[in-house]
């Protein structure tokens, strides 16, 4: 069945809350470099895992079939989300206009005045009602975050895009098994995630299905802010949504290459990955599977980059 992401700001999303678990740390430091933009890319090496969730798993579906997969290529990825300070040099030196802007249609963003999350013509990918340059950049479709990873493979001379779902799934797992690359249980991601909390419930009184802790963070935070996974990524559970390169199928992992899976070749909506800040539980697994339409945009949907390593 194939299974949309529809907004969490407004439906409820059930979840239990286990008890907190041992945290997993890095094992090693990460090879990080730098780009011109003053990214961090982490090396993530080649190996292979179990993608996708058994079916014991909490949260699992039909569409997380578990099997193994080789990523046969080590690759660069974004150690933080895409920030608004970064998306802004991009504009500055191009003129870009978003999909929001060109179609010049209102964004998702919070109105203290309502005390609501909003759809205005207000908000767009400088404004969200919260944030910094620092925060991940949202309000983006694929086409926006597909537009900047072109101008920077342009601008450096090698090839930067978006994360394969499977590229996705190897890293923010990290050689985990568990539901969360931290631990099991939903506990485990505190000091880990920023999702769906009592600072959130503080600001959007509709936000039932809050989680009791605090993480600090009413809305996305900034990149960083939280503990990594254990090579060194940071917010691969919670803070912005992701997108990947990959058009969704819900039947792809059934016939799907065991080695490096590029996606479908056609589909009609692409792959997001990670939860954010709206969602608790089942949405931020690392076996998580979403999907939106390639023009859509929500003030909580960002993207992290991938390098080709040559």
């Given at each position: 069945m194939r299974r949309f992401l529809l907004t969490a700001i407004f439906a409820a999303i059930c979840g239990i809350q286990g008890s907190l678990a041992n945290s997993q740390?890095?094992?090693?430091?990460?090879?990080?470099?730098?780009?011109?933009?003053?990214?961090?890319?982490v090396k993530i090496p080649a190996g292979e895992f179990q993608m996708g969730s058994p079916a014991s798993e909490e949260g699992h579906t039909e569409i997380e079939?578990?099997?193994?997969?080789?990523?046969?290529?080590?690759f660069l990825l974004g150690q933080h989300e895409v920030t608004v300070g970064q998306f802004r040099k991009f504009v500055e030196a191009t003129g870009y206009k978003t999909t929001l802007e060109k179609e010049m249609k209102p964004g998702f963003g919070f109105e203290p005045a309502?005390?609501?999350?909003?759809?205005?013509?207000?908000?767009?990918?400088?404004?969200?009602?919260f944030g910094t340059d620092e925060h991940p950049v949202v309000n983006l479709s694929w086409d926006d975050a597909m537009a900047f990873c072109k101008w920077l493979s342009e601008k450096e001379k090698v090839t930067y895009t978006l994360p394969t779902e499977a590229q996705w799934e190897y890293a923010c797992r990290a050689e985990?098994?568990?539901r969360y690359s931290c631990g099991e249980t939903e506990g485990s991601l505190k000091g880990f995630a920023n999702i769906c909390?009592?600072?959130?419930?503080s600001k959007y009184k509709n936000a039932t299905w809050s989680i009791e802790w605090d993480d600090g963070h009413a809305f996305s935070a900034p990149?960083?802010?939280?503990?990594?996974?254990?090579?060194?990524?940071?917010?691969?559970?919670?803070?912005?949504?992701?997108?990947?390169?990959?058009?969704?199928?819900?039947?792809?992992?059934?016939?799907?290459p065991a080695d490096d899976p590029p996606g479908p070749k056609t589909g009609?909506?692409?792959?997001?990955?990670?939860?954010?800040?709206?969602?608790r539980n089942r949405f931020?697994?690392?076996?998580?599977?979403?999907?939106l339409k390639p023009g859509y945009r929500y003030n909580f949907t960002g993207f992290r980059v991938v390098r080709v390593i040559p």
């Open positions: 740390q890095p094992s090693a430091k990460p090879e990080i470099v730098e780009n011109t933009l003053g990214m961090k890319l079939t578990q099997r193994k997969v080789r990523i046969t290529k080590p309502l005390d609501a999350i909003e759809i205005l013509p207000k908000f767009n990918w400088q404004n969200t009602g985990t098994t568990t909390d009592a600072s959130f419930l990149v960083g802010s939280l503990k990594p996974n254990p090579w060194g990524l940071h917010d691969m559970h919670g803070n912005a949504w992701e997108w990947c390169s990959d058009w969704y199928a819900a039947d792809y992992y059934k016939d799907s009609d909506v692409h792959i997001v990955r990670g939860g954010a800040f709206t969602n931020v697994r690392s076996a998580d599977r979403n999907a």
